[in-house]
């Protein structure tokens, strides 16, 4: 029966996920990816919190079977087709692209059959959560929900457990009433309604829990029915441990190898996302082309290291993302590139390690998103980058409240601004570099992952 926790935390994407080598029956624990759990995996098993989480391929499924576990993690074995047709069907197809906005409306989307069955789906999965949690928590836990994944199972869980304080966090932007109305009516009250199941919803930014606020009043009715509170908490950069990981042996040897690939005495402007829809990577890498054309004194003077991991690629929609990607990065170095100098360095392999070699070697940053949570890579590079970065940053970023006095502001759409904004990010004279890098730093970091965690337990204690 219960373990009996008193923290408890509850993520579609658990800290590690696990691979599985067909030949010789091992299993390899591998950390997870993106900001949710970048921020959440501070906390660590010392924090005696529990943290349930879904298995999502065949290693981490074989993981549960085997009774693999890490410290602290419970893995749930939810059906493989239930997982993929709520993780694919609705949280990643629906919801990602709601509050992203990253519909083209004239075809999409279309709520028929198909999605309501997709729906059934969802509901099954955020009960199978609720379930867990039911079982694990302890009389009077706190429990903290993550993201769009799991927002029916807020009040599924108020209804088993009255007695649990319920946190529901979303790590996404929030999308505005008149969009996130494209949703059918009974769908939209459902999702609004399975969040206010919680004693306090809270956001990455004030605009995302405005959003948030407005929907309830435009599908709900003013005020907000059950009295859940909204909060907001930025969640920042663990400035300790990540300059600790930049200078550790193997970021050295990727810094070696990509001080080569890029060429002595060259500048960088670094980019490093999942290859996600919303990240704009394909109008950045069109920025660095109208970059090339406009200013040709930069070529062979500067590369643009662009790491785009694989993600989401059950969907034809990345996958196809992913191509375009690669077509254009090529175009570009094969119209610009010289024996000597490749404009583009593509990696598509997640690397860690290489990344914060990249960070570290960064002149410039971008981070231009459509639209994001948050975006920690914005947050990431200014702390680690070796001699101080200029940070071109996206408006629609919800980093932009905190850094956007202090970077290159670019509106993501406008490829000639981002351009222009690449060449003023070059030139800047380095004593304003370092004192932006310094500003982009302190507001960085002011909310390290630990503190943030803290402060969401805190505030679901408060009156
Ligand atoms: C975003 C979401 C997270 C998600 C991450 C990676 O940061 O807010 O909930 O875990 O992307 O996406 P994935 O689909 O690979 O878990």
Known sequence: MASAAQILVASNRGPVTYTLDEKSGELTAKRGGGGLVSGLSAIGPDAGALWVCSALGDGDREAVRRGVAEPGVRMLGIDADVHATAYNGVANSVLWFLHHMLYQTPLEPAFGAEFRAQWAAYETYNRAFAEALAEEAAEGAAVLVQDYHLALAPRMLRELRPDLRIGHFSHTPWAPAEYFRLLPDDIAAQLLGGILGADRAAFLTRRWADAFTECCHAVLGP??????????????????????????????????????????????????????????????????????????????????????????????????????????????????????????????????????????????????????????????????????????????????????????????????????????????????????????TAAATALPPTQWFLDQLRALDAP
């Not at 990345?318 to 360095?345: C, F, K, L």
């Open 223 to 440: 005020g907000i029915p059950s009295g859940t509170r909204i909060g907001v908490h930025g969640l920042g950069a663990d400035a300790d441990f990540l300059r600790a990981r930049a200078h550790e042996a193997d970021v050295e040897e990727r810094m070696a190898v990509l001080r080569q690939e890029v060429g002595e005495g060259r500048r960088t402007i670094v980019r490093v996302d999942r290859t996600e829809l919303s990240k704009n990577i394909v109008r950045g890498l069109l920025a660095y082309r109208e970059l090339l054309d406009t200013h040709p004194e930069w070529r062979e003077r500067v590369v643009h290291v662009a790491f785009a991991y694989p993600s989401r690629q059950d969907l034809a929609v990345y996958r196809e993302y992913t191509a375009e990607v690669q077509r254009v990065a090529d175009e570009i170095n094969s119209a610009y590139g010289t024996p000597g100098w490749t404009p583009v360095v593509l990696h598509v392999k997640d690397d860690f390690a290489r990344s914060l070699a990249a960070y570290r070697l960064a002149d410039v940053a971008l981070v231009n998103p459509i639209r994001d949570g948050m975006n920690l890579v914005a947050k990431e590079v200014p702390v680690v980058s070796d001699e101080g970065c200029v940070l071109v940053l996206s408006r629609e970023a919800g980093a932009y409240e905190e850094l956007g006095e202090d970077a290159l502001v670019v509106n993501p759409y406008d490829v000639t601004g981002t351009a222009t904004a690449l060449h003023e990010a070059l030139t800047m004279p380095p004593h304003e570099r370092a004192e932006r890098t310094k500003r982009l």
